[in-house]
């Protein structure tokens, strides 16, 4: 009844997606294409006219250029900085998320002032990315700053010759890149605990209780039921912090502006500098870069589109055939 | 038996003390980052430079303003316009124009309806930065850049915004109530205006406060799209507080970021509980 008639008003559905399908093509889909484009062409230059751009002779040179490159300011290490920097704040991130899920969804020891835990946890999440960045850009400045002068009185109270220098920190490529991953650690754990926390509320609490009757321990019963329950989530907060991950751009671009000897540019930072900042404004190399992290991000989002497919569907179909077994086994 | 309880209630005390310990331990670095800049912020460069580290505040703080009187590249009340200006219309734009679609996507049927849905997921994801070359050579060509509306209108087409909408037509729009309002005789424009958006409520107020903070905090559009200092929004401002004219006025820097920080945990103590809340809406669903 309902159908016939939605049926007549079928119209309205394409109409009301108009404003968002114009948008969509002006400001998203033609910028993408015309990246893509770019990335094939000879478009170098701030002034220079697009009319004026070529096709090269070698469609993919700007690709085989890009990935050839090696040493410091390089795409791929660029690449291999932010995977390396994602990896170091991901898994303490997300062990971290999990121990404090563990502790507050746990309902043996109830655990007072959660609420307030969360909202100090989350906190960092909150602020502009680039006013943190500056934040410990301040912190760790050379050579007098806060952590200079920590590390300064705790040298000289356990070495005797101690010339009382200052230490430059974002010189040192790995403490640099630690930095980053400490910060992005910093900004997401309350986020990732919080999804977390709300996955395991939603678990039917029947199973705990039986897990409780039978003399599973806390360990036990974390593992072994509470983790599997929220495989979908830790898919979902794995996949999409991996995207923004290979977007991170605001904190390494900041902190130290890619440095020290480019070992926290980013792959976003990478692209950044070639098309704005590289006195021949490499916009072609920029946008086969571009196009080279679009294919992996769009690898990663079909992943994300398979986790989050459609479950009722096939749960009721699981359903129905434990129900047509039953009756098997009745009859 | 009655030893065994014993231990295990000591087992349960001792783990109860080390999660409260980790977890203040963790709260004071989610503070401390604040509280130091915040201090800092009031004391110049001389106190700075002796004990960097300080829980006291000074009175140095209108001494710090004025430097950016002298030094004016900072400017944060043009900044905080224009990022008000920005976030504000962006998320206008992105809250209605999402809920339209969105309830395009679940009041009616149409032949084209779920390749459309499954097309906004697919390109749910798609970041900024992809598109950054090919989206700033359009607006160059334009003579747009500068112009703050470029960082507003795009904001109609949100895909992830759509599709958190839409979960939440799926499970609280009754197609009865749509139905009565059509034989009372309202068009579907204004039934989508007048009778969906405020069952919509709720919704639109948790995305508002992601989408606004989001935009707000956005450098990397910004950054490309806004060259003339006039049109800078707040991270952009930020941004200029590494340059070397500030170099060495430690205490300015840090009042700068304060600028920068203290309105938004001024509002996320406010909204926190709908914030908090809010956060796993979009990803349980």
Redesign the interface.
């Known amino acids: 009844m ?2 016939k ?3 007549n ?9 108009i ?6 093509l002006i ?2 889909l ?9 990335g094939f062409t000879d ?1 170098e230059g701030l002034t220079t ?2 009319s004026s751009m070529h096709i090269l002779s070698n469609p993919f040179q700007n690709f085989i250029d890009i990935l050839k490159g090696s040493g410091a300011g390089s795409f791929r290490l660029c690449l291999f900085n932010t995977v390396v920097m994602w990896v170091c704040n991901f898994i303490p991130q997300i062990a971290l998320a999990l121990l ?1 899920t563990a ?1 507050f969804t746990d309902d ?2 109830k ?1 007072k ?1 959660q609420g ?9 999440n ?7 960045a ?6 760790l ?1 050379y050579p ?3 952590l ?3 590390r300064s009185s705790i040298l000289s109270t356990f070495s005797s010759n101690f010339d009382g220098k200052g230490y430059n920190f974002l010189n040192n490529k790995a403490f640099t890149r630690g930095v980053v991953s400490f910060i992005q650690f ?1 900004m997401w754990y ?2 990732t605990m ?2 977390l ?3 395991v509320i ?1 678990i039917d609490p029947a199973i705990f209780e039986a897990a409780q009757i039978d003399g599973a321990s806390r360990t036990q019963t974390f593992f072994k039921i509470t983790i599997p329950c929220i495989r979908t ?1 830790l898919l ?2 794995l996949v ?1 912090s991996m ?1 923004g991950g290979l ?1 991170m ?2 904190i390494p ?2 902190l130290n502006r890619g440095g020290p000897d480019g070992a926290t540019t980013t792959t ?1 930072v990478y ?2 500098k070639q ?2 900042q590289n006195p021949r404004y490499q ?1 072609n190399k ?2 086969a870069a ?2 080279i ?2 294919v992996i ?2 690898i ?3 992943c ?2 398979y986790i ?1 497919r459609d479950k009722d569907e096939e749960e009721l179909k699981k359903l129905r055939k434990k129900e047509r077994k039953a009756l098997k086994h009745q009859a | 038996m009655s030893s065994q309880s014993l231990s295990k209630s000591r087992d349960s005390f001792l783990i109860k003390v080390v999660v409260y310990v980790v977890c203040i331990i963790l709260a004071i670095i989610s503070i401390m980052p604040f509280w130091i800049m915040l201090v800092n912020a009031t004391r110049n460069s001389e106190q700075i430079s002796s004990h960097p580290i300080s829980l006291i505040p000074s009175s140095h703080l209108i001494d710090n303003k004025n430097v950016f009187e002298k030094k004016p590249s900072f400017q944060p009340v043009t900044g905080f316009i224009n990022s008000f200006i920005v976030s504000t219309g962006a998320t206008v734009c992105a809250l209605y124009f999402s809920s339209l679609t969105a309830y395009a996507l679940s009041a009616y049927e149409w032949k084209l309806r779920d390749g459309f849905f499954k097309f906004i997921m697919g390109v749910m994801m798609i970041p900024a930065q992809c598109t950054m070359i090919g989206f700033f050579k359009m607006i160059y060509s334009l003579h747009l850049t500068n112009n703050l509306m470029i960082l507003i209108i795009p904001a109609v087409a949100s895909p992830a915004v759509v599709f958190f909408m839409r979960q939440y037509l799926q499970s609280s729009l009754s197609m009865e109530i749509v139905q009565s309002a059509r034989i009372d005789g309202a068009g579907e424009f204004r039934t989508f205006n007048s009778i969906v958006l405020p069952i919509m409520k709720p919704a639109l107020a948790t995305q508002a406060i992601f989408i606004y903070v989001g935009t707000w905090n956005e450098l990397f559009r910004p950054l490309v799209i806004l060259t003339e200092g006039s049109k800078k929004t707040m991270p952009i401002m930020v941004s200029l507080l590494n340059g070397d004219i500030y170099r060495v006025e430690y205490g300015a820097i840090y009042l700068g970021l304060a600028i920068t920080i203290l309105p938004l945990i001024v509002v996320y103590i406010i909204l926190s509980k709908y914030i908090v809340s809010g956060v796993s809406l979009g990803a349980v669903k």
């Open positions: 309902n159908k008639k939605s049926v008003y079928a119209k309205f559905g394409y109409i009301f997606s404003p968002f399908v114009v948008a969509y400001f998203q033609y910028p993408v294409l015309y990246t893509v484009v770019i478009l006219p697009v404090l502790w043996r020891s655990i002032g307030l835990f969360k909202v100090l946890f989350y906190l960092p909150i602020i502009t990315a680039a006013s943190v500056i934040l410990f850009q301040a912190f400045s007098i700053g806060p200079n002068s920590i910093w309350g986020n919080v999804l926390i709300a996955g939603g989530i979902y907060v999409t995207i977007n751009f605001d671009h900041l976003a692209i950044y098309a704005f916009y920029a946008a571009s196009i992290m679009f991000i769009m990663l989002t079909l994300l589109f989050l």
